[in-house]
C-alpha cells in the first residue's frame, strides 16, 4: 500500500502527527511519506491519502489566519515557525485544487488537525472540514481524528504522537486490497 499525508503546519505540531503518522505506516511496511502542503502534488496518486493541518478559528486556515498566527508568534517572541506558514496557499486551497475522482475507485482518504484542548463544539475542528471537501472530490473517508495541544502554540499533550501512530495502522484495514 502507498500513503501520501499532505499536512499544514504552523508551529510544528501538526507536522509531528503527520510524521508519527508516516514512521507507523512504514514501520508497517508501507510505503509512506508525507510532505508539507506547498510540497503536494496536484493530482496525488496513492492508495491512502491522509490530509491534515491546524484548527484556526474553529475550521480550516485561511491565508488571514496564518498570517495572524505567524504574527502572534512575532509577538510573543516564539521564533520556532514552521517554514512557509504565512504562505498565501494552505490546504483550503489545496484541496480546491484536487482533481475529481468521479469513480472513487481506490480514493480513500483520512482527515487530521491539532486543535485546543475543549470540547469540539468550541474550538471546531479542521479535520470536519478536511473530510468533506475530500468527499467533495470524489474521496471515501474512511476515519476522522484530532490531536490536541496544550494551547494555540502547542506542545501536543503527552501521548498525542502515540495515539497518532496507532491510528494510523488502524487505517490500513480501510484501504481496498488493490486499485
Do not use: C
Request: negative net charge; hydrophobic residues 40%; proline residues 4%.
Amino acid at each position: 500500500m502507498t500513503a501520501l499525508v499532505v499536512y499544514e503546519s504552523v508551529y510544528g505540531n501538526t507536522r509531528a502527527i503527520a510524521d508519527a503518522i508516516r514512521d507507523a505506516l512504514a514501520a508497517s511496511g508501507h510505503d509512506a511519506i508525507a510532505v508539507a502542503v506547498a510540497d503536494a502534488p496536484a493530482a496525488p496518486d496513492a492508495d491512502l491519502l491522509i490530509v491534515g493541518g491546524p484548527t484556526h478559528m474553529h475550521g480550516l486556515t485561511t491565508s488571514l489566519s496564518r498570517r495572524m498566527a505567524v504574527k502572534a508568534a512575532e509577538e510573543d517572541g516564539h521564533h520556532d515557525v514552521e517554514p512557509g506558514a504565512g504562505a498565501e496557499q494552505g490546504l483550503r486551497q489545496w484541496l480546491r485544487s484536487l482533481p475529481e475522482r468521479p469513480d472513487r475507485d481506490g480514493a480513500t482518504a483520512a482527515a487530521f488537525d491539532t486543535r485546543g484542548d475543549a470540547n469540539a463544539a468550541l474550538t471546531g475542528s479542521a479535520a470536519r472540514g478536511v473530510a468533506r471537501r475530500l468527499r467533495r472530490r470524489g474521496y471515501t473517508v474512511v476515519d476522522s481524528e484530532s490531536y490536541l495541544v496544550d494551547d494555540a502554540e502547542g506542545p501536543l499533550h503527552e501521548g498525542e504522537l502515540d495515539r497518532a501512530r496507532a491510528w494510523a495502522t488502524t487505517l490500513t484495514g480501510e484501504v481496498p486490497a488493490a486499485r
